[in-house]
């Protein structure tokens, strides 16, 4: 069965730490998207990565395809990173490319 | 590019009631999706065009759940006979259609079901 499993399912942090967000899921992905999800609802999606990483800002994403595992980092948080956070996979033999969406993680920056 | 656009934002129906949303993709893209979310999960796949053909559905789509796409651009979610649980948020992305590429979601209609 295809599954995304992500931890934390809440994270508090004080304003300035370095914050990492975790992520695994199952044999068979063709890409591994970080999203981030603010209240109201709107989805964003930060990064598409299939191998190694990416950077944007404060925000770097890692992937490791033995172990089957992501991770987000967030570097000097600030309460405006305050959000969901939600992996996501493509599983490959998908023919339309949905996505496979882990549960989110529940991020709190206080200043 | 105004990015994906949802219609309705918010709908409060009675059960029983028939509703539906339509969704406005980034023009061009050939792919157009719908997902579900409730409170506290991550959204799940509902349903996928590619141009006008609906090309997959989830089990999650019951009969009484049913999409069109009729010229390949806009797109339209209608449940009939809704039931309490049918209250979601209901997310529409669309991509360009390159492999697995990154999807551009709408703002979403959340629906509840009295």
């Known amino acids: 069965k295809n599954e995304v499993e992500q931890s934390p399912q809440n994270l508090t942090a004080q304003e300035g730490e370095f914050i990492t967000i975790n992520c695994s899921y199952s044999?068979?992905?063709?890409?591994l998207h970080w999203l981030q999800q603010h209240p109201g609802g709107g989805i964003v999606s930060l990064f598409m990565?299939?191998?190694g990483k990416k950077k944007h800002g404060r925000l770097i994403a890692t992937i490791n395809i033995q172990e089957k595992h992501s991770s987000l980092h967030i570097t000097a948080s600030h309460p405006r990173d305050s959000a969901v956070y939600i992996c996501?996979?493509?599983?490959?033999?998908?023919?339309?490319?949905?996505?496979?969406f882990g549960k989110g993680t529940k991020l709190s920056v206080i200043p | 590019d105004t990015g994906v656009s949802q219609d309705p934002r918010h709908k409060i129906t009675k059960r029983g009631q028939n509703v539906t949303f339509r969704c406005d993709p980034i023009?061009?893209?050939?792919?157009l999706y719908w997902y579900r979310q409730t409170l506290g999960q991550g959204p799940e796949f509902l349903t996928y065009?590619?141009?006008?053909?609906?090309?997959?559905k989830s089990r999650l789509l019951s009969d009484r759940f049913s999409a069109e796409r009729p010229k390949g651009s806009f797109s339209t979610l209608e449940i009939q006979r809704t039931e309490q649980g049918d209250s979601a948020m209901y997310l529409c992305?669309?991509?360009?259609?390159?492999?697995?590429?990154?999807?551009?979601f709408g703002p979403g209609t959340r629906l509840t079901v009295l």
């Open positions: 023009s061009e893209h050939n792919r």
């Open positions: 044999v068979g992905i063709s890409a």
């Open positions: 996501a996979a493509t599983y490959s033999g998908a023919g339309s490319y949905q996505l496979t």
């Open positions: 065009f590619q141009n006008e053909a609906q090309l997959e």
């Open positions: 992305a669309s991509s360009q259609g390159l492999a697995a590429d990154t999807q551009y």
């Open positions: 990565l299939s191998s």
